[in-house]
């Protein structure tokens, strides 16, 4: 017969067994959470430390990243330059024996006429222009002998301007272009030197020929030009013996008739 007392022990025993039990199921499932947040929350922190930085970037594109020291010194040195006006003389036509003057002039001075003494028959263009004090300044085209009169690289000074010149010989005859190339000299910290160059200006001239010219001078660079216009010339001169030997003959026979 079990007594009061003796169930109440039992049942206090089976309630700490229980209890015991549970404590040790609730020991083990804290020691897998922790196995396992190591296992896989520690890559995960990792993974996002590493990239946060990226993802910043990315989340924020208007914010460009800062320039390096060239690129400020490039910038602050194109800065520095002042306005000043460039004029760029050449002739309109030209003849196919003959040589012509191409000026480039060049200020500091927004003010100053650049045109004054510059040739009245060429085509004369001014515009605005970034200077800075030392200036480089080429013309180029395939179809004209160029010499350079004056330096590629001139100084600029505030007082007057400064003029670049080039000889220009025509070697074909036609519509050919000449192609006028200006740029800054910027200089940098550590001796460097870089160049700024502005859109490059083109001019476009009609070149006569020269028959009597073409028939005489070959030019050896471009055979096919060389034949082309030595036929032309020589048919040109053929074509004025013939008229000249029918005007000759016809007053002959006006006088014989007479």
């Known amino acids: 017969m079990v007594t009061h007392d003796g169930f109440s022990r039992t049942v206090g025993r089976w309630g700490i067994q229980c209890w015991a039990k549970l404590y040790r199921e609730l020991v083990l499932m804290k020691t897998r959470f922790k196995k396992l947040a190591v296992t896989v929350g520690l890559p995960i922190i990792i993974l996002v430390l590493l990239l946060y930085p990226v993802v910043r970037h990315l989340s924020s594109p ?21 306005p000043g006006k460039i004029a760029f003389e050449s002739p309109i036509n030209m003849k196919q024996s003959e040589s012509e003057k191409v000026e480039v002039r060049i200020a500091k001075n927004v003010n100053q006429d650049l045109t004054k003494g510059l040739g009245t028959n060429g085509n004369i263009k001014v515009e605005n222009i970034k200077v800075g004090s030392l200036m480089v300044a080429s013309l180029n085209g395939s179809a004209f002998r160029i010499t350079r009169l004056t330096k590629e690289e001139q100084a600029v000074t505030d007082d007057n301007y400064t003029a670049w010149d080039w000889e220009v010989h025509p070697l074909d005859w036609g519509t050919h272009k000449l192609y006028l190339t200006v ?76």
């Open 62 to 82: 208007g914010q460009p990243a800062p320039p390096d020291d060239l690129e400020l010194a490039l910038r602050n040195a194109v800065r520095a330059l002042q």
């Open 183 to 258: 740029c800054v000299r910027l200089e940098l910290p550590g001796k460097r030197e870089e160049r700024r160059c502005s859109p490059v200006h083109d001019r476009e001239i009609e070149v006569k020929i020269d028959p009597l010219y073409a028939t005489t001078h070959f030019i050896k660079d471009d055979p096919k030009w060389s034949i082309t216009t030595a036929v032309s010339g020589f048919t040109f001169v053929i074509g004025g013996i013939v008229a000249t030997v029918r005007k000759l003959r016809k007053k002959e026979r006006m006088g014989f008739h007479g």
